[in-house]
């Protein structure tokens, strides 16, 4: 088995390849192969079940929501792309310093050594339709703090989804933010397997990485960036002004449209359980502060709903809200 690059091609080991031996990182210059060395380290970290195959070229793959084009770069300064259906995309900068040539494992993980001090970058494509970014610190002297590039569809931006990560949202057409793609939380792994621990904070258009090593940390560290785009999960968001809040027996509720205007069909009982995450304000772009439904009493099972008009700040009909009906008696 073997990996390939558009410079030349090396042998890997089966022991490599299973992910079974990682050799100690060898000096820059050494006979041992620094390409067999990165694949080693982030396929032991990733596995290969999930990973799409060479998609240095695009990768078309279909979801259940419609295909999706993941393009992984042949250079380490050029962008990840996860393209959807429609056109749009959203592309990710790798935190390299130099153009390093990237080289694709069989499995389809393509690597880049060197491509910042004391670290090795990597990505690959996942058959869900994703992509990954990979950050491998070498030994203590890596920076461990890593800055990716977003470039985001025209409209869309980020909310934090209370877990670690974000979901990148667009308009609903009015009726709030849907999310179309997600940023799943990150991690991080030492040689060993150990948990390091690691998060995310943005500034601007820029996520950040920052990957917690100590001294007992056992390099090197792989670092993992997962995000889909296309995907529409189904999360809505409404910002404050959205957001109706309703008196009903004294009790206060946050009000929810569950469905747009365009959707045709009133609520129902089930429409209760739309999936929402809890939000923060943070956002790579200027939007209003969003946050998805939230009652503030749980709503029993036996409980039905109605539906109730939704209006804007100016009283015009936006949608409509799924509030719990008071039973008789």
């Given at each position: 088995?073997?990996?390939?690059?558009s410079?030349?091609?090396?042998?890997?080991?089966?022991?490599?390849?299973?992910?079974?031996?990682?050799?100690?990182?060898?000096?820059?210059?050494s006979?041992?192969?620094?390409?067999?060395?990165?694949?080693?380290?982030?396929?032991?970290?990733?596995?290969?079940?999930?990973?799409?195959?060479?998609?240095?070229?695009g990768?078309?793959?279909?979801?259940?929501?419609?295909?999706?084009?993941v393009?992984?770069?042949?250079r380490?300064?050029?962008?990840?792309?996860?393209?959807?259906?429609?056109?749009?995309?959203?592309?990710?900068?790798?935190?390299?310093?130099?153009?390093?040539?990237?080289?694709?494992?069989?499995?389809?993980?393509?690597v880049?050594?060197?491509?910042?001090?004391?670290?090795?970058?990597?990505?690959?494509?996942?058959?869900?339709?994703?992509?990954?970014?990979?950050?491998?610190?070498?030994?203590?002297?890596?920076p461990?703090?890593?800055?990716?590039?977003?470039?985001?569809?025209?409209?869309?931006?980020?909310?934090?989804?209370?877990?670690?990560?974000?979901?990148?949202?667009?308009?609903?057409?009015?009726a709030?933010?849907?999310?179309?793609?997600?940023?799943?939380?990150?991690?991080?792994?030492?040689?060993?397997?150990?948990?390091v621990?690691?998060?995310?904070?943005?500034?601007?258009?820029?996520?950040?990485?920052?990957?917690e090593t100590?001294?007992?940390?056992v390099?090197?560290?792989?670092a993992?960036?997962?995000?889909?785009?296309?995907?529409?999960?189904?999360?809505?968001?409404?910002?404050?002004?959205?957001?109706k809040?309703?008196?009903?027996?004294?009790t206060?509720v946050?009000?929810?449209?569950?469905?747009s205007?365009?959707?045709?069909a009133?609520?129902?009982?089930?429409s209760?359980?739309?999936?929402?995450?809890?939000?923060?304000?943070?956002?790579?772009r200027s939007?209003?502060?969003?946050?998805?439904c939230?009652?503030?009493?749980?709503?029993?099972?036996?409980?039905?709903?109605?539906?109730?008009?939704?209006?804007?700040?100016e009283?015009?009909?936006?949608?409509?809200?799924?509030?719990?009906?008071?039973?008789?008696?």
């Amino acid at each position: 088995m073997k990996i390939k690059s558009s410079v030349h091609a090396a042998p890997l080991t089966t022991a490599l390849i299973a992910g079974t031996v990682i050799p100690a990182f060898a000096a820059s210059g050494s006979a041992v192969s620094t390409a067999d060395q990165a694949v080693a380290a982030v396929q032991r970290a990733t596995g290969t079940t999930d990973v799409a195959g060479d998609s240095t070229k695009g990768t078309v793959m279909a979801t259940d929501r419609g295909s999706v084009i993941v393009t992984t770069p042949a250079r380490a300064k050029r962008r990840v792309s996860v393209a959807a259906s429609d056109g749009s995309a959203v592309t990710l900068g790798l935190p390299a310093t130099v153009d390093a040539v990237g080289t694709t494992s069989a499995a389809g993980t393509t690597v880049y050594p060197h491509a910042a001090a004391h670290t090795d970058l990597a990505t690959q494509a996942t058959v869900g339709g994703g992509a990954r970014a990979l950050v491998t610190l070498r030994d203590a002297a890596a920076p461990t703090t890593q800055r990716f590039d977003l470039g985001l569809p025209e409209g869309a931006s980020l909310v934090a989804d209370g877990n670690g990560g974000y979901d990148i949202v667009t308009s609903a057409g009015g009726a709030g933010l849907v999310a179309r793609g997600h940023i799943d939380a990150p991690w991080a792994k030492d040689t060993n397997g150990k948990s390091v621990p690691t998060r995310y904070s943005l500034e601007g258009d820029t996520l950040i990485q920052t990957i917690e090593t100590g001294a007992d940390t056992v390099f090197p560290v792989v670092a993992d960036l997962h995000y889909t785009w296309g995907i529409v999960s189904g999360t809505v968001y409404f910002n404050r002004n959205e957001t109706k809040v309703l008196a009903l027996g004294g009790t206060l509720v946050d009000g929810c449209r569950t469905r747009s205007r365009s959707s045709g069909a009133g609520p129902s009982r089930g429409s209760r359980g739309t999936r929402s995450r809890p939000t923060s304000a943070s956002s790579s772009r200027s939007t209003p502060r969003w946050r998805p439904c939230r009652p503030r009493q749980p709503w029993p099972e036996a409980v039905s709903t109605v539906a109730a008009p939704a209006t804007d700040a100016e009283g015009k009909q936006t949608g409509s809200q799924v509030i719990p009906k008071r039973e008789n008696g």
